[in-house]
């Protein structure tokens, strides 16, 4: 049991150290004129090492998003209250200033959410990220049809929550003065899913 955890820790260590190389020479030299035998180079890999950690380029960049990819899920597990609990969740992100709302202005923040909706493969590549976190939450929601396209639209105004947020920290403004803004933002979006999706105001299994 130790020696696996051990053994996961350095696999989980080697992602994160390389993605850590790839983004740093992206935000360098920009993601296009990196090729990935110069990422592996950089974190003393070879490339078909490299591949077997991350299938795509575009991979070395999104890893970031890893942790965040059955967030939505694990927020709603349980939840008497799922969209409730989505709405206290994304909240306590805002108060935080967790860079996945797009509240956050450190610069390194800023440049790699630069790197990332400035690239239009990468974009590309975060959409595939998107329908995996959908299908996660649809199936703690309890599956079928109406919980995917609740989970469709509860990731969807997610997204473009923190993208708003984004473009107005990446444009020059405070945090502190877009918070109550984003806030209220929050608040009414979430509004208007619970409008519109009565089934998660109890429990996460009704929607079926």
């Known amino acids: 049991m130790g020696e696996m955890g051990l053994r996961e820790r350095k696999k989980q260590r080697m992602y994160q150290d390389v993605s850590d190389t790839a983004v740093r020479l992206f935000l360098e030299r920009g993601f296009d004129a990196v090729s990935v035998a110069e990422v592996a180079a950089a974190a003393g890999i070879s490339k078909p090492t490299l591949f077997r950690y991350f299938p795509a380029k575009e991979d070395l960049v999104l890893y970031r998003f890893a942790d965040h990819e059955t967030e939505a899920a694990r927020v709603v597990a349980g939840a008497a209250e799922p969209l409730d609990a989505l709405r206290r969740n994304f909240l306590a992100g805002l108060d935080e200033c967790d860079p996945v709302t797009g509240l956050n202005s ?4 800023l440049a790699f959410h630069t790197l990332l909706y400035g690239t239009p493969a990468l974009v590309a590549r975060l959409y595939g990220y998107l329908e995996r976190s959908e299908e996660a939450l649809a199936e703690a929601l309890g599956g079928g049809l109406d919980a995917r396209l609740a989970a469709g639209q509860i990731i969807a105004v ?13 444009a020059g403004e405070d945090v ?5 803004d984003a806030v209220e ?4 979006a979430f509004g208007r899913l619970a409008a519109g999706l009565p089934g998660l105001t109890g429990r996460a299994g009704d929607t079926r």
């Open 176 to 180: 502190e003065g877009v918070r109550p």
């Open 106 to 109: 450190h610069p390194a923040v």
């Open 185 to 188: 933002a929050a608040e009414r």
């Open 158 to 170: 997610q997204r473009i929550l923190a993208l708003e947020n984004w473009r107005r920290i990446a």
